[in-house]
């Protein structure tokens, strides 16, 4: 197939097209860089099935040639940069997504939207089901991130309903992995880069907020299983395993030898209380589930770090 995904150049998306590129597909990846970085393309420079074209995808923009399948991962994701671009986030979840649909509509391709746990808000369902319908506020500041994604569900349906285009929608949860950025604001990069600087651990509110994580290559894989798939409502993607922030900040400092203190800040407005997939219908539907454990996957995560730091200080 001949792919074009947006936010090629993000923490995920750049995995995504490694994987498509194993998977023997050809690959246009178009970002503007807001969030991402050249650096996590830059292995792929001789890979003749891969093109890249630096784009904002809220502008106008035409793709040469068939395509088989539109994927849509353009958005800032980290808490920071949705905070540091609140309009931007706005714009790309509803001008780039329906210029993205447009495109496949254009093309005859299919599309898959990479949506988020955020669409579930604060949530009072434990664990979030995709039949869950959230508790967002709409006028908090996150909600520039959570309705931005909220919009973009709704627009993929609409056209989905409408057009019938082939779609998928992706409900991602925390995900972590090689390529996050060290100082994005997300708890895997800010521990590790905490416990390795020998800094103390923030933790903001008492810790006893949970979250799962996923390790990026189990993402991927659902990603890429959802998008052959026939399934046109959300499908929630992460890791069931839940821990408090607190036990989490223990794992790293054991796994990493950190003697870093614990810091407690007071919690961020409109932070979850809990967070975790139910991801029976991803089992059930794509036969997925989460393989890395979070050991191994956050050693893997640690390397990538070490290396950077490594290369920044030589
Ligand atoms: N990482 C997670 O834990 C997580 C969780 C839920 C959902 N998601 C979703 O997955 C997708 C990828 O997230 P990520 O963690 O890789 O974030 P990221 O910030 O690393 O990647 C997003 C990419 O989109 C690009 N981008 C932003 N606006 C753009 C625009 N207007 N035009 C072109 N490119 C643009 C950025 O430059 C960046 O390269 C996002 O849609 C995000 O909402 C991620």
Redesign the pocket.
């Known amino acids: 197939m001949r792919i074009v995904v ?2 090629a ?5 750049s995995h995504f097209c490694d994987r498509l590129l194993a998977e023997g597909h050809t690959v246009v990846g ?7 970085a050249a650096s996590n393309l830059a292995h792929l420079a001789d890979e003749p099935r891969f093109r890249f074209v630096r ?4 502008e106008p923009f035409t793709v040469d040639g068939s395509v088989d399948a539109v994927v849509n ?6 808490p920071k ?1 949705y905070l540091d671009h609140p309009i ?1 986030t706005l ?2 979840g509803s001008t ?1 997504t329906r210029r993205m649909l447009d495109l496949a509509r254009e093309k005859g391709a299919r599309f898959l939207l ?5 669409c579930y808000g604060d949530p009072e369902v434990h664990p979030q089901p995709e039949t869950y319908w959230g508790r967002v506020n709409p006028v908090g500041p996150r909600s520039c991130y959570d309705e931005s ?1 909220r919009f973009a569900e709704a627009l993929t349906m609409a056209c989905h309903r409408e057009h019938g285009l082939a779609t998928n929608i992706a409900r ?5 992995g090689p390529r996050m950025k060290l100082d994005d604001g ?1 708890v895997v990069p800010a521990f590790l880069g905490q416990a390795l600087d020998g800094a103390p651990l923030t933790v903001f509110g008492d810790g006893s907020q949970t979250r799962s994580f996923c390790y990026v290559s189990d993402l991927v894989d659902g990603l890429y299983r959802l998008m052959l798939s026939g399934e046109r409502f959300p499908v929630n993607l992460g890791n069931p395993h839940e821990m408090t922030i607190l036990e989490f900040a223990e794992r790293i400092r054991r796994l990493t030898g950190s003697h870093s203190a614990i810091e407690f800040r007071p919690l961020p407005e409109d932070d979850p209380r809990q967070r975790c997939p139910d991801i029976s219908k991803a089992r059930a539907l794509l036969g997925w589930e989460p393989r890395v454990q979070l050991e191994e996957g956050l050693r893997r995560t640690v390397e990538h770090f070490r290396r950077a730091a490594g290369i920044a200080i030589t």
């Open positions: 947006s936010g150049a993000g923490f995920i998306g178009l970002d503007n860089y807001l969030t991402g784009q904002d995808i809220t991962m353009a958005s800032p994701a980290s940069d931007e714009d790309v780039g990479t949506s988020t746990s955020e994604k991602i949860f925390n995900t972590y997300r």
